[in-house]
């Protein structure tokens, strides 16, 4: 039998966290042969709360579940993991500045990342979906020299599963038979849903997504908005933010980090810029990676026309102006 994996889950008391503990005792993000360890942190407000989480997780009886740790200790939450989803995050409340928030979270992080780099597993793989995303993984990133910048990524999957999933409504075909869609650049409504390279499987083989869509005008304007304020329309329908889907794309994105991509298939995932297709280094920036034997590397040799070149910048220029605001903090 294998080794049990542990994984990390912070905010874990939150509604994310509430859909995504029993996504992973199910195997949905390791695998379904894959036993595991919940290591389940919050703060303490929400402590009784976790506890409650507790409970349900010892009821459901899951059989891949082979212990759980509930703490608002950061580093027994820490301790041994392997795998560590950063939902925990200080939320912008009303008439809050943006320099408020990041400087909370600033704080978060940097302590996060301490604990992390002292106490995780070797090689440990880290995951951050709370907002400001790729801005809260540079500073783990900064925190945690010793870990890999390889190992610190963010979540942007659940942008690319939407853009499949606006494809596949509007060309009435299985999400499962499109892909290589590409969120590129930050987790924010700068971010840019590119469809340049997207195919849709058919009985004719794979055809692009433009040539089925024969629509450019929806492509460039429509698609790329709802991509971009999804996560608004789903407040304003809900009155509360996208919990569920963000739970299950955050396992999508640990699952294919760990498990590997399949043959032709590339996803969004946040990760640390090596200046590929001119985004500056050193940011935190979403582009199509594959990974295979636990590593992701970004796909090469993409075409890029001028419309996309505008977009790309322009998200990279609003990380870049994150990172300076988040570096203005920290002194
Ligand atoms: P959620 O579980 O709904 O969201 C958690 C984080 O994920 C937020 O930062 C949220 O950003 C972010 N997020 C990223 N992508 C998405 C997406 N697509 N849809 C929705 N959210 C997304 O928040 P809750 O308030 O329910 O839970 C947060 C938990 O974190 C609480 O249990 C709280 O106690 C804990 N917490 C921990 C802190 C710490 O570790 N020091 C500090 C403060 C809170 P956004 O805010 O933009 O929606």
Redesign the pocket.
Request: hydrophobic letters at 50%.
């Given at each position: 039998a294998k080794e049990p994996v542990r994984v990390l889950v912070?905010?874990?008391?939150?509604?994310?966290?509430y859909a995504l503990v029993p996504m992973i005792a199910r195997g949905v993000m390791l695998g379904t042969d894959q036993p595991v360890i919940l290591h389940m942190?919050?703060?303490p407000?929400?402590a009784e709360?976790?506890n409650g989480v507790k409970m349900e997780l010892v009821d459901a009886a899951f059989p891949l579940l082979k212990g759980v740790v509930a703490t608002t200790d950061v580093v027994e939450a820490c301790t041994g993991v392997n795998v560590a989803v950063m939902?925990?995050?200080?939320?912008?409340k009303e008439g809050m500045e943006r320099k408020d928030v990041m400087s909370?979270n600033v704080s978060?992080y940097k302590s996060?990342a301490s604990a992390l780099e002292k106490h995780a597993a070797a090689n440990c793989k880290v995951l951050v979906?709370?907002?400001p995303?790729n801005t809260n993984a540079l500073i783990l990133k900064e925190f945690a020299p010793s870990i890999s910048e390889k190992n610190i990524t963010c979540?942007t999957r659940?942008d690319h599963n939407r853009a499949l999933g606006q494809i596949s409504e509007r060309l009435s075909v299985q999400v499962s038979d499109v892909k290589n869609v590409i969120i590129w650049g930050n987790?924010s409504s700068s971010q840019y849903p590119d469809v340049n390279h997207a195919t849709v499987k058919t009985p004719a083989g794979e055809k692009p997504v433009r040539e089925l869509v024969k629509d450019d005008e929806w492509l460039n304007a429509e698609f790329i908005t709802t991509v971009q304020q999804r996560?608004a329309a789903?407040i304003k329908a809900r009155k509360?933010?996208?919990?569920l889907?963000?739970a299950s794309s955050a396992c999508d994105h640990i699952r294919d980090w760990v498990l590997g991509t399949p043959e032709g298939t590339w996803v969004s995932m946040g990760v640390y810029s090596d200046g590929s297709y001119n985004v500056p280094a050193g940011l935190i920036y979403s582009f199509p990676v594959t990974c295979q034997n636990g590593e992701w590397k970004i796909v090469q040799g993409l075409s890029i026309d001028e419309f996309s070149r505008k977009k790309l910048d322009l998200t990279a220029d609003e990380l870049s102006e994150e990172k300076a605001l988040a570096y203005s903090c920290l002194s």
């Open positions: 912070t905010g874990a008391a939150g509604q994310i966290g942190l919050d703060i407000p929400a709360a976790l939902v925990g995050g200080f939320p912008r909370k978060i996060q979906v709370a907002n995303a979540l659940l987790h996560g789903i509360l933010s996208s919990a889907s963000a």
